[in-house]
């Protein structure tokens, strides 16, 4: 039975490692009832027939995806699809009174010509995207409170952007100048059979993939264009890690005050995020490792000053599925219903 002083939630795509995610964190938030679980292709099927550590834990089973059904149990629904399948359902969901995050990239842009372009997907929800908020909370944490929809960002753009963000709000860059070097575990693949995240391919190797053309380009450069103030072009190079969880991403840009030196950025960053409990700012001279964000909503953040080249390097370290994905989607819902974003959140990972 729902408890009734808790908020009721669901998860529309709850088999992946993204809703594996959801399912876990949710089930330990003070606040919240999870009521639904749904996925076409494992409607029928118990949470626990997909993933057997849940016995005894998970009871709920899968359902089929009625958009009615889930907004007249659900207050707060998340939707954790594949690209091109939120948009078909959350304007359903809306209309009915719930409220949705998505973490799909089908509300993450402004433009949905950019979309359109980079995902190939015709939309005709233009009303519904145009309400959609963009749920980097580090950014937009006011806009997050007064949103019926979020598209929760993804889990390179979120790294990166966390690293480029202070840069770029106060003009110590050159923008054109940004590069990111980012690297993924294979859980950023998804749960899906694929060739090249198979250990045998994945495992004793290190490789960029994507490389000029990979979706979350636009997405990234969206971000930067408004904390610039003009539009923004950004290389970005995506690299596949032979680990399972982690993102580190690494920024370099050309300073345009070359007499600044890194204590005066740290400086900078602990002031541009004194409000945001999740980033990390380190100390002189340590650099974050992926391992310090695993199992938490955390972002690891070192700076470090290039006199010789005049560069800025900005490392970001954060666990791909809890702060790049489902972490985040907690963090924005908490803010959504006016809790400590902290709430239900794990703020120390695994380690070592």
Known sequence: MVNLRRVPVGIVGASGYGGVQLVRLLMDHPEVELVYLGGESSAGKSFAD???????????????VEPDII????????????????????PKLIEKGSRVLDLSADYRFSDLKTYTTWYGTERSDRTTAATAVYGLPELYRSRIAEAN???CPGCYPTASLLALSPLLKQGLIVPETAIIDAKSGTSGGGRQAKVNLLLAEADNSL???????HRHTPE??????ELARHEVTIQFTPHLIPMVRGILATVYATMRDPGLVRDDLIT???????????????????????????????CYIGIEV???????????????????????????????????????????????
């Not at 990234?220 to 264009?225: G, L, M, N, R």
């Not at 602990?270 to 700012?281: C, D, H, M, Q, T």
């Not at 900005?314 to 963090?331: C, E, F, P, R, Y």
């Open 149 to 151: 929809l979020i598209g």
């Open 71 to 90: 907004a007249s149990r659900c207050q707060v629904v998340f939707l954790s699809l594949p690209n091109g399948l939120a948009c078909q359902i959350a």
């Open 268 to 298: 900078i960053y602990n002031a541009f995020y004194r409000n945001s409990p999740w980033v990390k700012i380190c100390n002189s001279g340590t650099y974050p490792q992926t391992k310090w964000a695993c199992g938490s909503n955390s």
């Open 220 to 225: 990234i450069e969206q971000i930067c264009s």
């Open 306 to 352: 290039d006199p010789r080249t005049g560069r800025v390097i900005v490392m970001s370290a954060i666990d791909n599925l809890i702060k790049g994905q489902a972490g985040q989607a907690i963090q924005c819902m908490n803010i959504m219903l006016g809790w400590d974003e902290t709430l239900g959140l794990p703020k120390i990972g695994f380690y070592p």
């Open 50 to 64: 997909l993933y057997p550590h849940f016995g005894n834990i998970v009871e709920l089973p899968i359902e089929a």
């Open 207 to 213: 490789g960029a993939y994507n490389v000029a053309r």
